[in-house]
């Protein structure tokens, strides 16, 4: 089973607003509300793909009763601590650019969070994958995702990191099978600018010396770089089509990554189902369908898998 940990989910309110104008009355012309969260996100995809999941974190109030309801409409499974509080609601706001006001979301303590530590215990066996994505509460301490991950640690599992900052790089002791920073967040984590793909590869390769079995860096519309167990560099370019919002394209290359990783046993297979997986979302008006990423795949990368 695959466990994705979103310890600060949200209900992502989507607006799509033409001319949006920064100081005037703006009026949308479509809206949407959907469960949200860089963990909820690769669930969702996970289940485009047809792979099962189940959603684990911290949920509160009215909101949090919305992002499960959200998740059993879908057929998500999910297995939350209840918190006070409510949990976030994030905007989002489609007009000439793209732009989001996120929540910080609710006060969550040390307590609670070793009460999920507890509950992942016994949830979690040998040859499951648990995924720890995006941010979380300030409450939180810092080191959240390493605490999470020295709990498991006896487990034989694989586990998969998306993060930045030092809530990243105190994971790696760890070796973590996957880490998914993008070019941005990459540049922070080694501190100086990527000129190029070259640069990209050296500092990607900087991250994996430090314990990542595996770093994916996500270059937005020009592709990714991959550096493997094996130390294989792999670079692929972005498939090219109309991009109609961003929000999630990361979080389903981790999911189409997973799954092809886990069908095939092969990393070339699983970039090209990750990359498939994040443009689709990218292409599509919310989710995009299995058929669309395979075709993705096909037509791009020539390659012709079944799921």
Known sequence: MIYTVTLNPSIDYSLKVPGFEVGEVNRS?????VPGGKGLNVSLMLKVLGVDSVSTGFVGGFVGQLITKSLDDRKIKHAFLGIGGNSR?????????ETAINASGPKVGQAQLEELIRKLDGLVKDGDVVALCGSFSPSLPDDAYAQILESLRGKRILTVVDATKERLLDTLRYHPFLIKPNKAELEELVGEKAKDNDDVEKDARK????GAQNVLVSLG?????LIDESEKARFLPASKGKVKSTVGAG????AGFLTGFLKFSDFGKALVLGLS????????NGEPTKEEILCIARNTYGSDMSL
């Open 221 to 225: 519309g020009e592709g990714a770089i």
């Open 89 to 97: 609601i994030n905007v989002k706001i489609e007009g000439r650019e």
């Open 277 to 284: 997986a994040g443009s689709a979302k990218a292409f599509a």
């Open 251 to 254: 979080d389903s290359m981790v």
């Open 29 to 33: 012309v479509a809206e949407d509300y």
């Open 207 to 210: 991250l994996k010396a430090l």
